[in-house]
């Protein structure tokens, strides 16, 4: 099995996303001339360059690759390919199964943490009954009930011991604004997670390994073009404080849970606070994933700015106007709160927006523009996503492009038949 090489140290990077844009995805549009639409593109240099910026950003602490960033596996293994990155931080049990099991074309991923709680019996008998991916899988809890609808699944008695993580809520309770960041775990204190610790500890068929906190408040929130006046400023210091109170209440509750379990890692941050996660001697690897594309929630972060490796094309259909184009498909709209940060964004040819009234639509986005006239139909119009991995969930392929050809072709989850969530 050959896998891309997305060593950073690999060619010269032109860096054309900045000087250049309008050359940089004309050019992807190129490579690809004869692909039918939708086309979701990689550049090649361009996902170097990211793999680079995330290392560095990282300092030599390892990066534990976020899966639901990337959805698929030739990308996974690519990066687990490059000293700096190890193990996969999954998002469903059913994942973490087929990542961690070795095939004739690959082998497993020996270290796959599931990032969330699962009551998926089926998927939780289907782990248990392999003895290979119970040791290389490690279950999320943050409630005793979820303990028991593994042995509902499966009793202990009928299954090995499985290794378990803590997930600690790292979010923030600002003393103005409240509670700050995402609603995860309701283990929040050094008693709460004790409590658990001792529950799973106590509880046969359960082997406590691992502590994960995910401060969204921080990896998750960009401080630039803030519309309010000084707000820029406000979530710099939010993040600053939130990021205090973090080091010292996780410090505190990992020296208790060390003394009731041998903890073999704790994980902690995401793309967007890789450096500060770097900085922390309780953190042993930290999860990313979203850095290698760069979508555009990340050009609101001014302390780093990933390339914007990946596009996709759509085929223009319609000119129900002189100056508008329509585009088959693009209602490609991100997770998260609904808002205009969420909705696909017309990069090249450049000059085209999206129609107030319309938006990307389903099965059909119209756009306006002066260049919109100069479109043929059949031509393709490129978008970036807001979020990393989600336009997997609306193709086959990932096509990569470098030299002005397609180099590769990648399958995505739903390529390989897989769709998780």
């Not at 259909?317 to 991100?334: F, N, Q």
Request: net charge negative; glycine share 10%.
């Amino acid at each position: 099995m050959e896998v891309i090489d997305l060593n950073p140290e690999v060619g010269a990077v032109d860096r054309r996303w900045e000087t250049e844009p309008d050359t940089y995805w004309a050019a992807i549009d190129a490579a690809t001339t004869g692909l039918d639409a939708p086309v979701f593109a990689a550049d090649l240099a361009a996902l170097r360059f990211n793999t680079g910026s995330m290392l560095r950003r990282a300092a030599g602490k390892p990066i534990r690759i976020a899966s639901k960033s990337l959805r698929c596996r030739g990308m996974l293994d690519a990066l687990l390919a490059i000293d700096g990155f190890a193990g996969v931080l999954a998002y469903d049990v059913a994942e973490a199964h087929w990542l961690a099991t070795d095939t004739d074309a690959r082998p497993g991923c020996p270290d796959v943490l599931v990032a969330y709680p699962s009551a998926d019996l089926g998927a939780l008998a289907a782990l248990a009954a392999d003895e290979d991916a119970v040791s290389r899988v490690t279950l999320m809890v943050d409630d005793p009930a979820q303990l028991d609808l593994v042995d509902a699944a499966v009793p202990p008695s009928r299954r090995p011991d499985l290794r378990v993580c803590i997930d600690i809520d790292a979010s923030f309770q600002a003393p103005a604004l409240g509670h700050l960041g995402v609603r995860r775990s309701p283990v929040r204190t050094r008693a709460e997670a004790s409590v658990l610790a001792m529950t799973i500890g106590g509880r046969k068929g359960f082997r406590l390994v691992g502590v994960m906190t995910y401060d969204a408040q921080i990896a998750g929130v960009g401080d630039r073009g803030m519309r309010a006046p000084g707000g820029s400023a406000l979530v710099r210091a939010m993040q600053g404080a939130s990021w205090d109170e973090l080091v010292t209440r996780r410090r505190e509750i990992l020296t208790d849970l060390r003394r009731i379990a041998p903890l073999e890692f704790v994980n902690g941050g995401g793309t967007g606070s890789l450096e500060r996660n770097a900085e922390d001697p309780n953190i042993t690897d930290i999860a990313a994933g979203s850095g290698l594309y760069g979508p555009t929630l990340f050009d609101a972060y001014s302390h780093f700015m990933p390339a914007p490796a990946t596009g996709f094309g759509l085929a223009a259909t319609r000119r129900p106007a002189p100056d508008v184009i329509t585009c088959h498909g693009g209602g490609w709209i991100a997770s998260g709160p609904a808002g205009s940060d969420r909705v696909p964004r017309p990069v090249w040819p450049s000059g085209l927006k999206l129609l107030a009234r319309e938006g990307a639509g389903e099965v059909q986005t119209p756009l306006r523009g002066e260049g919109a006239a100069r479109i043929p139909l059949g031509d393709r119009v490129w978008f970036r996503h807001a979020k990393a991995g989600e336009p997997c969930e609306h193709t086959e392929r990932i096509v990569v492009v470098a030299d002005g050809g397609v180099v590769d072709e990648l399958p995505t989850y739903r390529g390989e038949g897989k769709v998780f969530l």
